[in-house]
């Protein structure tokens, strides 16, 4: 592995299913973040973690939850999925919450019907 | 409402011409970082200025930050066919108590051959 990756690459998934999205880095980076891309309202956070075992709620963080077991994965989970969640997903990481550059992860499409 | 706004939203010019962005943010930052996005593709960093920087350079973008206006404006001289992309400016807003990117709406940058 090299940087951030993200799986599945894209999904389409039946309203009320869940379903998680998986985010690794082998960059040993203490923070990262989950935002969804939407046209015409650019990136919005939807939660974080500052450090393993730690996270915390961005901007539109319901209906949307995160797990921070160890420093590389964090997982991003639909517990019930509805068409609104439809959208592009980002994973990201930086070396810490604060100052820092952010690496992207190459994102998931995913499609709630 | 975002934090960054970029304008213009689109942008078309001949490739070998200069390309100029900008950014307007509301609140006071830390920093400021813009961040480039090809098609269906996760973000980049390009370069982070810092709240008492007033200009940097990589080499071919310009970034300059004037805080009493609160805006900041990237420029890429001598532009080509590979800089076709999305361009975002990313600013630090407190989020349920802790210091988050922000990311404006971007432009979307189009060199023609």
């Known amino acids: 592995i090299a940087g951030i990756t993200q799986a599945p690459t894209s999904q389409i998934l039946a309203a009320g299913r869940r379903m998680t999205l998986r985010c690794t880095q082998d960059m040993r980076h203490n923070a990262m973040y989950w935002y969804r891309q939407d046209l015409g309202l650019g990136l919005r956070l939807i939660h974080y973690?500052?450090?393993?075992?730690?996270?915390g709620k961005g901007e539109v963080p319901d209906g949307y939850s995160v797990s921070r077991a160890n420093t590389d994965d964090f997982p991003l989970t639909l517990a019930s999925a509805v068409p609104s969640q439809t959208s592009v997903y980002f994973c990201?990481?930086?070396?810490?919450?604060?100052?820092?550059?952010?690496?992207f992860g190459p994102g998931t499409r995913l499609t709630v019907l | 409402s975002q934090q960054g706004e970029e304008d213009p939203q689109a942008l078309s010019i001949q490739e070998g011409e200069n390309a100029t962005m900008n950014c307007s943010y509301k609140?006071?930052?830390?920093?400021l970082q813009w961040y480039r996005q090809n098609s269906g593709r996760g973000l980049v960093h390009l370069i982070l200025?810092?709240?008492?920087?007033r200009e940097k350079h990589s080499g071919r973008l310009r970034v300059t930050l004037d805080t009493s206006k609160k805006s900041s404006s990237l420029l890429i001289t001598a532009s080509r066919a590979a800089d076709t992309a999305s361009y975002f400016c990313a600013t630090e807003v407190w989020i349920q108590g802790a210091q988050k990117l922000v990311f404006g709406q971007g432009t979307r940058l189009t060199i023609n051959p």
């Open positions: 200025i810092r709240s008492n920087e």
């Open positions: 990201a990481s930086s070396v810490s919450a604060k100052y820092n550059e952010q690496f």
């Open positions: 973690s500052n450090t393993a075992g730690t996270t």
């Open positions: 609140t006071s930052i830390n920093n």
